[in-house]
T-cell receptor, first 113, second 112 residues
């Protein structure tokens, strides 16, 4: 157990659905991240929050909308996704932003039909 | 362009055998390099970190090396076990404040 919990573990949704991914960290960290992991590709950084403020948005389509209500919780709101958005979505946290050790959750395996 | 290349892409070995995974990077300036292990259905977990001044570091049966001059790192696994079956990801940190650079990973399968 890494101290980072993600729910749900698996999600199947249609292109017109709206769903949310949830991440919670119990480590007292100040930075939280969303990564996308697709087969045969490196992890792609999507969003970074530091002290509850978004500090990075890597040209992610607007159909992905992050929310960080406090330093322990991070959400990724999904709407009108495309089949190519099917992937493993990983949440991570670190003590602070920068060259820090990342603690990952187990991820949400998303399938868009 | 900052890149991290890992080889081989996949590897199958018999239980008890040793293996070495490679990571070459072009990230500059360089801060540190981490190896992560990702079990199937789980998120990556840090195995070890290598800084500029370190050449070798061991963590149990895992030994990482770093040659900052040639920008190469390796992860050597000794006396492999079935539980070593996983994806191993090399991640390089450049200048402070810049994004981490991830390799695509090496998928290791250990069979009995």
């Amino acid at each position: 157990e890494t101290g980072v919990t993600q729910t749900p573990r698996h999600l199947v949704m249609g292109m017109t659905n709206k769903k949310s991914l949830k991440c919670e960290q119990h480590l007292g960290h100040n930075a939280m991240y969303w990564y996308k992991q697709s087969a045969k590709k490196p992890l792609e950084l999507m969003f970074v929050y530091s002290l509850e403020e978004r500090v990075e948005n890597n040209s992610v389509p607007s159909r992905f909308s992050p929310e960080c209500p406090n330093s322990s919780h991070l959400f990724l709101h999904l709407h009108t996704l495309q089949p190519e958005d099917s992937a493993l979505y990983l949440c991570a946290s670190s003590q602070d932003m920068g060259n820090e050790k990342l603690f990952f959750g187990s991820g949400t395996q998303l399938s868009v039909l | 362009k900052n890149q991290v290349e890992q080889s081989p892409q996949s590897l199958i070995i018999l239980e008890g055998k040793n293996c070495t995974l490679q990571c070459n990077y072009t990230v500059s300036p360089f801060s540190n390099l981490r190896w992560y292990k990702q079990d199937t259905g789980r998120g990556p977990v840090s195995l070890t970190i290598m800084t500029f001044s370190e050449n070798t570091k061991s963590n149990g049966r895992y030994t990482a090396t770093l040659d900052a001059d040639t920008k190469q790192s390796s992860l050597h696994i000794t006396a492999s076990q079935l539980s070593d079956s996983a994806s191993y990801i090399c991640v390089v940190s450049g200048q402070a404040g810049t994004a981490l650079i991830f390799g695509k990973g090496t998928t290791l399968s250990v069979s009995s």
